[in-house]
């Protein structure tokens, strides 16, 4: 919870964002796609559907680099595989 003074609201993590896990997908590697798709390690493909309908940070938690990105665009974030 945040609590700044009587004249900002007090907001909770909720109010400001949610974390979600990716999703599976198959055929990214196609260049043809609207839409950027996002692995641990940042942009790896395009695809023509997306899970995001905002600009999204993308925080990777596997792999070698796991990274922080940022799509200004909705995109696709993808699961690694574990």
Known sequence: ?????????????????????????????????EYQVYGTNGPIGRHSSTLTTDASVI???KGAYRGVHFSSKPCYVILPFT
């Open 1 to 33: 919870m945040l609590t700044m003074s009587n004249s900002y609201p007090t907001l909770f993590w909720g109010d400001l964002a949610t974390l979600e896990y990716g999703r599976g997908l198959q055929r990214y590697e196609l260049p043809e796609g």
């Open 59 to 61: 925080v990777g938690r």
